[in-house]
């Protein structure tokens, strides 16, 4: 019932948008500022396009059928290797760099306790890229393979590929460091494997260790006693549960899993995210080699003209045999490709092989958790990283345009790289009501009836869609830090467009010490501008000089207070500490 809610009203929601913005560029335009007109509503045309891939997202729930977990191999292969009948074998691989020992210890011994209802093989292997001798020696007290290279070439997509070379599972649980699996991860999940065409099942990331908060009520009672408790408790009757000291950084990954990537399986366009994911060997590989053979074919091609003129002899089969030969010893087999986003770069190459039809599953149950970035300084890098890794995809590499898709796995993979690129029009939408609160200059033709009539229809609407299509799941928090987050967005597109190569540090697993402002100056002056704006425009209007309007004042007030509202949170988690509130 629910879905049908939010189905009726996408639908509703998309018309009035479409209504609004036909308007918007025939008969609203402000023909004296199309330097101010232009932008934003071109701005808002490309936020109504990402509502739309946004809707096809979140269209409908349908995942995939779980079944029993198999017995043996030949549940899990096609008829060809249906003779290979033997236990499965699963390797377990836990991922490190530089982390604490003693944390990654954890990972292992919860690793360890996997169980399974049939006999199975299962092998825990440390993947230390930082080859420290402490680290061999807690993968021997704990009785795992200890594997390590003599460089970092390919960050943690080559420690990967190194790992897989010295190992021959059926299937690879990928873990971080800090990745704590539950014992319930393999028989929960290598069920989908009968279907030989999954290629791997990604699982939901659960953060353990994010701040709870402490509700309203008790908060205010903490602080006023038993009055202040009734007015909190009364305030959380009519607006829901509020938590006071909650997570500052909007860690929680359930809308992103539960919703984005859950729904995704309906198109088989749910895509890997590295930690507590599970891959069939067979995939990666197959993969791989095909990567591998169009790679020597492609070189060998360049190499054979160059042969071919020096032995002036283009057919000569010697010449040929040459160039691939040549061609093949300067490629290398790269399971996981090497790129800062691997996981979904490789999840994009699966989905482009339709001589198999690859599939992916984005499992709709926690299996394993792990830590959260608990510092702004952590959580930056982290985003930085998704950011700059999807957009040089997006860039370079674009899945959107290249064979093999689906159209549905197109539009998803879209929707992800067009949610990075709307720090564009996100800067548009924060700057607009500042150049109208100093300057009175409007961007519409004026603020009338006619534009209230057609904008909060939309936005009312709009707001209740996904709020069913969020069922259960607060979407306001996630919204405006998205908003909020603009400048990292914004810091990677500016490294790809300039052929940079993205760059980042292991995302710390401890706090950082100190506050972190420098980092958000961007939204402290967009705060202070707005503010400033505000009193600039209530003096004009005191003063009786400018050419406002109480429409486009209540307008561009309330949007305005909308954006400080939004970048407050980011500045509050740039001073954010553990335990303040419950210290006062």
């Known amino acids: 019932m629910i879905e049908l809610i939010w189905q009726t009203l996408a639908l509703l929601m998309l018309l009035l948008g479409a209504r609004y913005l036909l308007w918007r560029w025939t008969d609203s335009l402000n023909w004296d500022a199309l330097w101010f007109a232009i932008p934003l509503v071109i701005a808002e045309t490309c936020a109504y396009f990402g509502l739309i891939l946004f809707t096809l997202n979140l269209w409908k729930v349908k995942d995939y059928p779980l079944r029993a977990p198999p017995a043996r191999t030949s549940e899990c292969v096609g008829s060809a290797g249906s003779e290979d009948d033997r236990p499965i074998s699963v390797d377990i691989f836990i991922a490190t760099y530089n982390e604490d020992e003693e944390l990654v210890r954890l990972s292992i011994r919860d690793a360890k306790a996997v169980r399974y209802p049939h006999p199975i093989d299962v092998k825990v292997h440390i993947l230390d890229d930082g080859r420290r001798d402490t680290m061999r020696q807690v993968a021997d007290e704990e009785g795992v393979n200890y594997i390590s290279r003599d460089n970092n070439v390919g960050f943690k997509a080559g420690n990967l590929r190194n790992a897989m070379e010295q190992t021959s599972g059926d299937f690879i649980v990928i873990c971080d460091a800090d990745t704590r699996p539950f014992p319930t991860m393999l028989e929960r999940t290598l069920g989908y494997f009968r279907d030989p065409d999954v290629a791997f099942v990604q699982t939901p990331h659960w953060f353990y260790d994010l701040p709870e908060g402490e509700r309203l009520k008790d908060w205010m009672g903490r602080k006023l006693g038993g009055l202040g408790s009734a007015i909190g408790g009364a305030v959380e009757r009519i607006f829901g549960e509020i938590r006071i000291g909650e997570d500052p950084f909007v860690n929680d990954p359930q809308l992103f899993f539960d919703v984005i990537q859950r729904r995704r399986n309906a198109y088989s366009a749910a895509f890997c995210c590295g930690a507590g994911s599970i891959h069939r060997r067979e995939a990666v590989m197959f993969v791989a080699l095909r990567a591998y053979a169009d790679a020597i074919a492609h070189a060998s091609g360049d190499a054979k003209s160059r042969i071919a003129k020096l032995v002036r002899r283009r057919a000569d089969p010697a010449a040929q045999a040459l160039a691939r030969w040549q061609a093949a010893q300067a490629e290398e087999l790269t399971p ?32 394993s958790k792990m830590l959260s970035p608990q510092d702004l300084l952590s959580w930056s ?204």
């Open 381 to 584: 890098i982290q985003r930085f990283k998704y950011a700059g890794g999807s957009l040089d995809i997006f860039f370079h590499d674009n899945p959107v345009t290249a064979k093999g898709l689906s159209l549905g796995q197109r539009l998803m993979y879209l929707t992800t790289f067009w949610s990075y690129m709307g720090a564009l029009w996100n800067l548009v939408f924060l700057l607009a009501p500042i150049v109208y609160l100093m300057t009175s200059v409007a961007p519409v033709s004026a603020y009338t009836g006619d534009f209230f009539a057609r904008a909060l229809p939309f936005l009312i609407v709009t707001e209740l869609a996904i709020m069913f299509g969020t069922w259960g799941i607060s979407g306001y928090k996630g919204k405006v830090s998205y908003m909020a987050s603009f400048p990292i967005s914004l810091q990677a597109l500016w490294a790809v467009v300039r052929k940079q190569k993205i760059k980042f540090p292991v995302t710390p697993k401890d706090r950082q010490d100190g506050h972190y402002l420098h980092l958000v100056w961007p939204q402290l002056a967009l705060m202070i501008g707005t503010f400033a704006a505000f009193c600039w425009a209530a003096a004009a209007l005191w003063l009786g000089f400018g050419n406002y309007t109480l429409g486009g004042l209540i307008a561009n007030g309330l949007w305005g207070l909308n954006n400080i509202l939004g970048m407050s949170i980011m500045v509050r988690a740039a001073l954010w500490q553990p335990n303040e509130e419950k210290a006062g």
């Open 336 to 367: 996981y490709k090497f790129h800062v986003s691997e996981d979904i770069y490789t999840t994009i190459v699966l989905h482009q092989d339709r001589e198999r039809r690859w599939k992916s599953v984005l499992h709709p149950h926690v299996e």
